[in-house]
């Protein structure tokens, strides 16, 4: 088990670099979260203040659902018990969590009615797998944000909230950040094409449940996404595996 710990831990830390690579990050905000393997009660996060681009495996802080510190030194950000805890207790199969507030999949959030619209090839990846929360009601910072974010989120493993950024979650790291990476990918070919004023070219919607259904059934792309970046990193900044 000690092994599936240490590998958890470099897994999520690897996202942590990946994520600030792509510009997904901001700031030292936001938080990814790993349930740890064999304690579904306890969860791996970083300490708030540390730079995405200098997380490191040995580093991360284990916590709690109730918010107690159990292994590591520093700070649990508020924000990210509030959210994260709830939302893995609401939802075990949501190994992994992911909340950011990445430019282009933010400025759509902000938009009134913003959707993913079925206009490109990615887009179709998200067919009926995005709650949109859009009642922001400002920081999360009590159990009952956490409760309704996760009431919202209900059985779909994308939130997009209204005037925040979005959260995504998966079954494993490697999934939870293939779909954060294309989520922004999408929202940013969105962006692109409204801002030329030309209207969208949509997809049928026979063409979008069907490009849905192979999108999902290609259930190795994701593992091999994250293979490769993982390679990147080993080459240019192997400490984050320290």
């Given amino acids: 088990m000690e092994s599936e710990i240490q590998q958890a831990r ?19 905000c936001n938080h990814l979260t790993l349930i740890v393997p064999g304690r579904p009660e306890h969860f791996l996060l970083v300490a708030h203040g540390t730079h995405w681009s200098q997380v490191r495996a040995s580093e991360l802080l284990i916590v709690d659902v109730h918010g107690n510190l159990i292994e590591g030194d520093g700070k649990v950000e508020p924000t990210a018990f509030y959210i994260h805890a709830r939302l893995h207790m609401a939802r075990p199969d949501l190994r992994c969590i992911m909340h950011t507030h ?9 938009t009134e009615g913003g959707h993913i619209i ?9 067919y009926d797998r995005i709650a949109y929360d859009d009642d922001y009601r400002g920081l999360a910072l009590d159990t009952d944000e956490g409760d309704r974010l996760a009431g919202v989120l209900g059985n779909k493993s994308i939130l ?27 929202a940013m070919a969105q962006v692109l094409a409204m801002s030329t ?12 449940e069907a490009a849905a259904a192979q999108i999902r059934n290609d259930n190795s792309y994701a593992q091999d996404h994250f293979a490769a970046m993982r390679i990147v990193l080993d080459r240019t900044q192997p400490d984050y595996q320290d």
């Fill in 118 to 126: 079925p206009a490109n090839q990615n887009a179709l990846r998200y």
């Fill in 102 to 110: 990445q430019p282009y999949t933010l400025a759509i959030a902000m």
């Fill in 10 to 28: 470099i897994d999520l830390a690897a996202a942590y670099r990946l994520a600030n690579m792509y510009g997904l990050s901001e700031g030292v």
């Fill in 160 to 186: 997009f909230m209204a005037n925040h950024g979005v959260l995504v979650g998966g079954p494993d790291v490697a999934t939870a950040y293939d779909d954060l990476y294309y989520l922004e990918r999408t």
């Fill in 197 to 208: 004023g030309e209207p969208l070219k949509m997809v049928p919607q026979p063409i979008i």
